[in-house]
């Protein structure tokens, strides 16, 4: 269910995140001590809150729950720790945010999701030129994850580098032409 899950979430056609936390929901039932489980719970709810209009109040509780079953089984599980600097970057905690993004640099640096969400926090700072390079390199990792490519060529969009924008938003859609939006995520 995990690996279902996980697939889903990342190729984002329509109705995809909905039957992604299905399968997150399904492997927290059958093991509630997984820790990925949980961490793959709380994305998904995170980019229905910004992708799908989900009342925020309601998600961040919903991820705030996740995130804590996640973080009290694996502390150290990438994922958890990705989820957890997102959850706390919505809620406004920057500071708890900050140190969840210094624990998972130092533990994961070239872990492609940790780039993802590292460049994400770079663009809600507004400094494109990072966002741009982390990305890349999350891109250069993980070739094949339309929703990384399409974050990347977003990313070039804000910096400015429209040309290359364009050539890495046609390579997300040739990856999976029926990615719901091709738009900027949360991961």
């Not at 056609?13 to 399904?26: I, N």
């Not at 109040?57 to 973080?71: E, F, I, N, P, S």
């Not at 060529?153 to 990856?175: F, H, I, M, V, Y």
């Amino acid at each position: 269910h995990v690996l279902h899950g996980r697939y889903l979430h990342n190729r984002r056609s329509l109705g995809d995140l909905a039957a992604a936390e299905q399968h997150f929901r399904q492997a927290v039932a059958l093991d509630e001590h997984y820790a990925a489980a949980w961490a793959g719970l709380a994305g998904t709810v995170l980019v229905r809150i910004f992708n799908d209009g989900q009342d925020a109040t309601a998600g961040l509780v919903d991820m705030r729950q996740a995130v804590a079953r996640a973080l009290a089984l694996d502390p150290s599980l990438p994922e958890t720790l990705v989820r957890a600097a997102q959850y706390h970057f919505h809620a406004g905690n920057f500071a708890e945010s900050s140190l969840m993004w210094e624990r998972v640099r130092a533990l994961e640096p070239d872990h492609p999701m940790v780039l993802g969400g590292l460049s994400g926090d770079a663009v809600a700072r507004g400094d494109y030129a990072q966002a741009v390079e982390l990305s890349r390199r999350a891109v250069q990792l993980d070739p094949l994850n339309a929703t990384s490519r399409s974050n990347f060529a977003w990313n070039l969009a804000l910096d400015g580098q429209d040309e290359e924008s364009t050539r890495e938003l046609e390579r997300a859609k040739q990856l999976n032409p029926l990615h719901a939006s091709h738009a900027i995520s949360e991961g």
